[in-house]
C-alpha cells in the first residue's frame, strides 16, 4: 500500500476550511461633490452631500469626519441607500475656532457587516471651511478694488491702442 505524502493531506484541509469561510465582497461607493466648501460667517454653515450606492443590493454607509469632528452634524450618520440609488445627507459644520482656514476631510464607507468579510473601500470628500465670524468687509473690499484697478488698466490699454491707431492715420 502506497503512503500519501503529507502536504497533500495539508492541502486539502486547507481547501476544506476555505469552503466554510463566509462570503467576502466589495462595497462601491460614489459621493458627489467631491469637496464641500463651507463659508462660515455666523454660527453655522450647511452643504448637501449625494451617496450613490453602485451595488447589487442595499447597503447601510456611515459618515465621520476624520479632522475636527466636534464641528460636524450630520442629518443622518448612517444611511440604508437602495441599489443604484443616491441618497442625500445634509452636512452641518459649527466651527469653534478663530477666523481662518481649515481643511478636514469626511470618511464614508459601508457600515460593517458582522456576518460576513468585506472590503472597506469607500470616499473621502475635503471639507474646506472658511471662518469670518466677526463678518469682516476686507474681502468684498478686496475684490472690488482688484476688479477696479483691473477695469482701469484694461480702459487705459485700450485708450493707448486706439490713440496709438489715430496716430498711426
Same mark, same amino acid.
Given at each position: 500500500m502506497k503512503k500519501e505524502p503529507a502536504f497533500l493531506w495539508i492541502f486539502l484541509l486547507i481547501l476544506a476550511g476555505l469552503l466554510f469561510l463566509p462570503p467576502a465582497g466589495a462595497q462601491s461607493i460614489s459621493v458627489s461633490p467631491d469637496r464641500l466648501y463651507f463659508h462660515v460667517n455666523g454660527s453655522e454653515s450647511?452643504?448637501?452631500l449625494a451617496v450613490y450606492n453602485g451595488n447589487a443590493g442595499m447597503m447601510r454607509i456611515r459618515i465621520a469626519a476624520d479632522e475636527f469632528p466636534e464641528w460636524f452634524s450630520f442629518d443622518r450618520s448612517e444611511v440604508e441607500i437602495?441599489?443604484? *440609488?443616491f441618497e442625500k445627507? *445634509?452636512?452641518s459644520v459649527s466651527p469653534d475656532a478663530a477666523n481662518g482656514e481649515y481643511v478636514s476631510?469626511?470618511?464614508v464607507i459601508p457600515a460593517e457587516d458582522g456576518n460576513k468579510l468585506t472590503v472597506q473601500l469607500g470616499a473621502v470628500v475635503a471639507a474646506v471651511?472658511?471662518?469670518d465670524k466677526e463678518n469682516k468687509l476686507s474681502t468684498v473690499?478686496?475684490?472690488a478694488i482688484s476688479s477696479a484697478i483691473v477695469t482701469s488698466g484694461l480702459a487705459a490699454y485700450f485708450l493707448l491702442k486706439r490713440n496709438l491707431n489715430l496716430a498711426k492715420n
Amino acid at each position: 500500500m502506497k503512503k500519501e505524502p503529507a502536504f497533500l493531506w495539508i492541502f486539502l484541509l486547507i481547501l476544506a476550511g476555505l469552503l466554510f469561510l463566509p462570503p467576502a465582497g466589495a462595497q462601491s461607493i460614489s459621493v458627489s461633490p467631491d469637496r464641500l466648501y463651507f463659508h462660515v460667517n455666523g454660527s453655522e454653515s450647511e452643504r448637501q452631500l449625494a451617496v450613490y450606492n453602485g451595488n447589487a443590493g442595499m447597503m447601510r454607509i456611515r459618515i465621520a469626519a476624520d479632522e475636527f469632528p466636534e464641528w460636524f452634524s450630520f442629518d443622518r450618520s448612517e444611511v440604508e441607500i437602495p441599489p443604484g *440609488k443616491f441618497e442625500k445627507v *445634509k452636512v452641518s459644520v459649527s466651527p469653534d475656532a478663530a477666523n481662518g482656514e481649515y481643511v478636514s476631510h469626511l470618511t464614508v464607507i459601508p457600515a460593517e457587516d458582522g456576518n460576513k468579510l468585506t472590503v472597506q473601500l469607500g470616499a473621502v470628500v475635503a471639507a474646506v471651511i472658511m471662518v469670518d465670524k466677526e463678518n469682516k468687509l476686507s474681502t468684498v473690499l478686496g475684490v472690488a478694488i482688484s476688479s477696479a484697478i483691473v477695469t482701469s488698466g484694461l480702459a487705459a490699454y485700450f485708450l493707448l491702442k486706439r490713440n496709438l491707431n489715430l496716430a498711426k492715420n
